[in-house]
């Protein structure tokens, strides 16, 4: 692997204690083209722009992929990485839906620990502190003929990020618009999928809620995820979500969550969840919990669900309640705190 290092940090002049999610970069960042077949020259450079053509094939037709994960701090002060081959195995299988290149393990691995390694003092300290890290890769061909690109891009940066408090969510069943529907890309991490939802997101948010609840788009029969995050829900008792059947993104959060749900003896069950049965079963009582679930929040706890025109709540959750102790767990071993039985926590150094 090539490095080039910066010449002088941008650490000193940043702001660490008051940061916005997602403007803030660490100092350098991996690159690695896809040339006449093969992926070329790893190298890690100061974090910088790029010069593309216009004719950039993705800036047209939105061939590229993504992944989201998190460093954290452990208690002995080293940086370890969430299951990072989960993100892997999952971008590459993003690369074969989109008819990309897949990336070899090792080098996507080596590359993601040594940016660590070079940028680690960018990680914020404090609770929920984290270097949020942000591989993709995108088709590089200058052509403008719709057909998958030779060429690709593939990058790797960070940027630090700090817990912050949220709300409880307030989220409006979408019975109108989808975010993926059977065929289509719904389950890998596409940036068309995020475009598409742009719209009815906002009109949600005009309307006062967070997020939507999206249910799928044949019949608006079932609920499939919450905002750019997996859904639970506790219904009588058992831990349930929606089951992964073509629309859904496999979430490593989610996996996550059951593995550690089912380890600790609870009820649990993957299967369709029907808007009809979390409506009436919030107007019971039977749904006691609802909450989403992804790398960037780990566990949002749902207040409102805005069902139409009515806004259903759903009880505070308690400190002591399954949803937070899970939550805790899955931090507790993120942070080096509980042993990692999974093997999940990967060090950087
Ligand atoms: C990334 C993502 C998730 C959550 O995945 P994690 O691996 O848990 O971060 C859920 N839904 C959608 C649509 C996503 O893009």
Redesign the pocket.
């Known amino acids: 692997m090539d490095i080039k290092r910066i010449e002088r940090s941008r650490l000193p002049e940043t702001d660490l204690e008051n940061l916005k999610f997602g403007r803030v970069f660490t100092d350098h960042m991996f690159l690695m083209d896809h040339v006449d077949g093969a992926w070329q020259r790893p190298q890690i450079m100061p974090f910088g722009d790029l010069e593309l053509s216009p004719a950039t094939l993705v800036l047209h037709y939105a061939q590229t992929i993504f ?3 998190k460093a954290y701090r452990n208690e002995k002060g080293e940086v370890a990485l969430f299951r990072p081959q ?2 892997i195995a ?1 971008m590459n299988r993003s690369a074969n839906r989109m008819c990309m290149p897949e990336l070899p393990e090792d080098v996507f691995l080596e590359g993601l620990k040594e940016l660590v390694r070079m940028d680690g003092e960018w990680l914020p300290e404090g609770k929920d502190a984290a270097l949020y890290i942000r591989p993709f890769m995108f088709a590089s061909d200058e052509y403008i003929g719709v057909k998958p690109s030779d060429g690709y891009r593939f990058m790797i940066f960070m940027s630090p990020v700090r817990g912050y408090y949220q709300e409880p969510l307030r989220v409006r069943m979408e019975l109108k618009y989808s ?2 529907f059977p065929g289509g890309t ?1 389950e890998v ?1 596409c940036g068309g ?2 475009a598409g ?1 742009l719209y009815p997101s906002k009109m949600g948010q005009d309307a006062g809620y967070h997020q939507l609840l999206w249910t799928d788009a044949m019949e608006h029969k079932y609920i499939e ?6 859904v639970f829900f506790i219904i009588d008792g058992v831990l349930t979500t929606p089951s992964l059947d073509g629309t ?9 969550i059951l593995a550690l749900a089912r380890g600790k003896g609870m009820r649990v069950e993957e299967r369709k969840v029907t808007v009809d049965e979390v409506v009436t079963g919030i107007r019971s009582g039977k749904v006691s919990a609802a909450f ?5 929040v780990t566990i949002a706890p749902i207040r409102v669900v805005g069902y139409k025109g009515e806004d259903l709540h759903l009880p505070e959750l308690q400190a002591d309640s399954e949803v937070l102790v899970i939550g805790k767990l899955l931090d507790d071993i993120r942070r080096g705190r509980v042993a990692d039985t999974h093997g999940w926590v990967v060090r950087a150094s």
């Open positions: 992944e989201g994960m989960a993100n999952r975010r993926a719904g991490k999928n995020y939802g995820e919450s905002g750019t995050m997996n859904i993104l496999p979430g490593i959060t989610r996996d996550s989403g679930a992804g790398t960037a």
